[in-house]
């Protein structure tokens, strides 16, 4: 007996196997070192503990975003995604604004490990900034 497949299954594949896939060198040059899930098996309450950044090309611009989650209970606090940039000295740095304060990450790459500088910045100025840093592995 003979089984007849949908027509929108057929579509589908048919979709699929027409789609460009990008070069591979392409995606290489899109790829920036820092890209990946890292994580500070370490962490203290309150602290960095995943740094996810991600890169793609748009035009032949390489966009980042950055997403960071710190230690709090009873799971852990996402802050969510944000544009990501690499400044003058090199370093891949975010802002994740917030209600209270305003939070800054600066990443320092070190081989196969990477060092998340991180600055709590209060908007109420009577409020002192906070900072930590935290040494992290890809997860």
Same mark, same amino acid.
Request: aromatic residues 8%; positive net charge; contains cysteine.
């Given at each position: 007996?003979?089984?007849?497949?949908?027509?929108?299954?057929?579509?589908?594949?048919?979709?699929?196997?027409?789609? *460009?896939?990008?070069?591979?060198?392409? %995606?290489?040059?899109?790829?920036?070192?820092?890209?990946? !899930?890292?994580?500070?098996?370490?962490?203290?309450?309150?602290?960095?503990?995943?740094?996810?950044?991600?890169?793609?090309?748009?035009? #032949?611009?390489?966009? /980042?975003?950055? !997403?960071?989650? $710190?230690?709090?209970? *009873?799971?852990?606090?996402?802050?969510?995604?944000? %544009?990501?940039?690499? &400044?003058?000295?090199?370093?891949?740095?975010?802002?994740?604004?917030?209600?209270?304060?305003?939070?800054?990450?600066? @990443?320092? $790459?070190?081989? #196969?490990?990477?060092?998340?500088? @991180? $600055?709590?910045?209060?908007? %109420?100025?009577? &409020?002192?900034?906070?900072?930590?840093?935290?040494? /992290?592995?890809?997860?």
């Amino acid at each position: 007996m003979r089984k007849l497949i949908p027509l929108s299954a057929v579509l589908a594949l048919a979709l699929l196997a027409s789609a *460009p896939f990008p070069a591979a060198a392409a %995606d290489e040059r899109c790829q920036v070192p820092e890209a990946g !899930r890292w994580i500070n098996r370490n962490a203290d309450y309150q602290e960095i503990r995943i740094l996810e950044i991600e890169s793609h090309c748009r035009g #032949k611009q390489i966009v /980042m975003r950055m !997403r960071a989650f $710190t230690r709090c209970s *009873p799971r852990d606090c996402k802050w969510g995604w944000t %544009d990501a940039w690499r &400044n003058a000295s090199g370093r891949v740095e975010a802002s994740f604004p917030g209600l209270f304060g305003a939070r800054e990450i600066q @990443v320092i $790459t070190m081989e #196969k490990r990477i060092e998340a500088l @991180v $600055t709590y910045r209060p908007h %109420d100025r009577s &409020n002192a900034a906070e900072f930590h840093a935290a040494i /992290m592995v890809r997860d």
